[in-house]
């Protein structure tokens, strides 16, 4: 028992690294600081007992894309700020607030009322459907303005900035008009509000395109796939 976790804590600190100089790398190509980009585990296709070596590797940002699985983890492992980067239906909103550093993935103006129900800060992203999918949530690319007059009614809700995911694309360079597109809405959006809605962040690229998204400015990447291959 000992000895399988050893070989698995081992494999994943290996990920961990090639992961790591990927991203400096891909840093450096864009003058910026890794400081500046946070990578959040995606712990989605792992268990507990799997998820909770990560902090001791010191990756302290976890997601999880339903509310069920966030609350059975967060309970299991304690010491990370967690990640809600999956549809969260507005039932669910009262048991998983208390719990979450940050949800990525509000996609309807109800959504952000009933956040503001539970009368505590809770810190948003708005989640865009940049690559028009039916089956992905988020606003649409036009509907986001529209959003600018409910927003500024929140007394609670933070909006810190917005979140997409791009179609999944063979070659990762396909994916950057995506990105680019997500950057340039909240810059549109960032004038039309005020400082109590900071949109600094934006949550964009996985796996198999994040080089090319922090290249485009993202400030948070979402990995799943990449951190965990490799295991047996
Ligand atoms: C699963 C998931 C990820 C991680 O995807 P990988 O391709 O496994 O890195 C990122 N964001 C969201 C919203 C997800 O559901």
Redesign the pocket.
């Known amino acids: 028992m000992e000895d399988m976790s050893e070989t698995l804590r081992d494999q994943l600190a290996e990920n961990l690294r090639a992961v790591e100089t990927r991203i400096s790398a891909a840093c450096a190509r864009a003058g910026r600081e890794r400081e500046s980009v946070t990578l959040v585990a ?1 712990t ?2 792992v268990g507990s007992e799997v998820a909770r070596l990560l902090p001791g590797l010191g990756v302290v940002d976890l ?1 999880e ?1 339903r509310p069920q699985e966030l609350w059975k983890k967060a309970a299991a492992i304690p010491g990370v700020r967690w990640h809600m ?2 549809h969260l239906q507005r039932n669910k909103v009262e048991r998983t607030v208390p719990l979450v550093h940050l949800v ?2 509000v996609d309807s103006v109800r959504l952000l009322e009933a956040l503001e129900t539970q009368e505590r800060p809770v810190d948003v992203l708005l989640e865009v459907n940049c690559s028009g999918e039916a089956r992905k949530g988020g606003f649409a690319p036009e509907a986001l303005l529209e959003v600018v007059g409910p927003l500024e009614r929140l007394k609670w809700v933070r909006v810190r900035g917005l979140m997409t ?1 791009a179609a999944y694309e063979e070659e990762a360079e396909r994916c950057r008009p995506t990105f680019v597109l997500l950057r340039t809405l909240r810059d549109e959006l960032r004038q039309r509000l005020g400082e109590r809605h900071p949109l600094e962040e934006l949550s964009m690229g ?3 395109d994040f080089e090319v998204a922090i290249e485009e400015g993202a400030t948070m990447i ?5 951190l965990f291959e490799g295991r047996e």
Not at 222 to 226: C, D, K, V
């Open positions: 995606v989605k296709t997601g894309n980067i999956g990525h993935s995911m996985m796996s198999n979402r990995l799943g796939t990449i």
